[in-house]
């Protein structure tokens, strides 16, 4: 089993930034990689960014190339998401996803963000 918690969403101005983090807990060595999804208002959840655990190679959706940044403290076992140039369109709720090398994916509660002027 792991555990996540998200933290650091808020209410940020459009070309403000922000930083998510998430912390695993549990049987964090099972974990092959961590990510973030986000849901919008009245959408479907979509993939942002994830990073593997062994290489940290790293995996972004169109949509977020270039303003977000995922990255990892394996010693605090907690993963980052940086957010810069953000933009209205980017107001969701965002969720930290642990993926296991036995195929299992566990998901944080989310944290919300909201883009607003």
């Not at 695993?24 to 009245?42: D, V």
């Amino acid at each position: 089993q792991v555990q996540l918690v998200e933290s650091g969403g808020g209410l940020v101005q459009p070309g403000g930034s922000l930083r998510l983090s998430c912390a695993a807990s549990g049987s964090i060595f099972s974990i092959s990689s961590m990510g973030w999804y986000r849901q919008p208002p009245g959408k479907e959840r979509e993939f942002i960014a994830r990073i593997t655990s062994h290489s940290g190679s790293t995996t972004y959706a169109n949509s977020v190339q270039g303003r977000f940044a995922i990255s990892r403290d394996n010693a605090k076992s907690t993963v980052y998401l940086q957010m810069n140039s953000l933009k209205p369109e980017d107001t969701a709720v965002y969720y930290c996803t642990a993926r296991i090398y036995a195929g299992s994916t566990y998901w944080g509660q989310g944290t919300q963000v909201t883009v607003s002027s």
